[in-house]
DNA sequence: GTGGTCTAGACCACG
DNA sequence: GTGGTCTAGACCACC
């Protein structure tokens, strides 16, 4: 099982912050292919969230590709397929674009960027859980 | 002036596209510090937008110490004050860890971002207007 | 719930006015840190104003950092975070600031202010409500 | 002559900034009363600013009782007359009232704030000038 | 049910 | 002319 809070940042919706959350224990190696996923029910309770909340993350994150329904079985998690050439492009560019504006205008350079970056996933091997 | 669009993406509030764009031009050098920033009304002319929505965006940008309004005068474009350390610290964390995941999970490598990131910068600077 | 006034002075904005009276309950005890804070339907229909304008109060308190928001759910008040030594140090020197020189212009001495300041302490407990 | 600013910050009205400053200036003995006060063409000229802007400083000042005009001749400092009791106990009260509730939400303490009192009248009489 | 966004249009204070 | 406030009422996403 993945270390799920119970707690939630207010400001974000709930559902995006589980969906983070399960991609972070995907991206850090704490939940890999094949692992089988929580149920809704299970998802609702051990969150404490609505069970509709649980449902919109189920259906997200098998959206992005990231979990597999075997329908009255269960759910998995799948390695994410390779993405398409295009849509990749159009991703890099787009959250690095954001990324830059939003720290030139913080008068950040680039060099703090990477550098930071490059910690981010250092930690993302060295902590996985939050 | 800067380069506004008149179509909006569906899916993110107008007021919040049109803050980005301002950033944009702002961290492009398209906009420099002491140049007059479009009036409400301009902008929501230009824009053919709600004056409320282009109220909102010079108030977002004043928020964050990117405009400076002479009141009943004119709104000029102001050089951010230096972020406090710790916020900065706070962002880059927050920003780079979110990135990183949103990556990994779909297997885009390290490198393929810091390349992808200088190219942004790049771009900032060899094309200003969107 | 908190006790507010129908009725609005002119001169100072309605949506300030609310958020005074908001912080008054706060200060005085009368609303404490996990208390649900009305709605922006709810505070609409008791103080007869726009939503519009209730929504901005909420905003102002969340954004001085004294409502949380659980969002779809609840709006809660908070414990505000201790300021920054810098900014209240900014804050303490401008707020008496102004108040000395306003109170000297009127011969109003040291002494009274004193005994006042003290007096609005006192009243804060022992009148929660205005 | 008062030590006027020809710089105003952004987002406070400019007259209200200047009717602060005159307000200081008396309060802290640089102008004393039987002084002269600028025209509102020397003051529309000394500060840079519209005179209609000067104008409105000027009848403020007056209102207030701060200012004496004999029309044609010039403008004087005045001694404020003594208030009406039970207006200076509005105005302690309103002042002092929101003065200490917007302390409470910071999280100020009443001493803190006396000691700041305190140094905010040393303050105008050791440094008068801005 | 909740907060948030957007439009339309009026009014005010300021310079 | 400028920014700011307020009202009225619609629509959306989230829980």
Redesign the interface.
Known sequence: MFPFNTS?A?????YEQVV?AA??A???GLMRPGDRFPSVRQMSQMLKINPNTAQKVTARLVE?G?LEIHPGIETVVRK?P??EESA?RR???E????????A?????L?E???R??????E??KTTPNL
């Open positions: 939630f207010p400001g974000e919706a709930v983070f991609k972070r995907m991206a850090s992005e990231l994410a390779p993405m990749k991703w890099l560019e959250s690095t674009g954001r990324l830059a504006v939003e030139a205008t913080r008068g950040i680039p703090e960027l990477h930071e970056l490059d910690a981010s996933f930690q993302l």
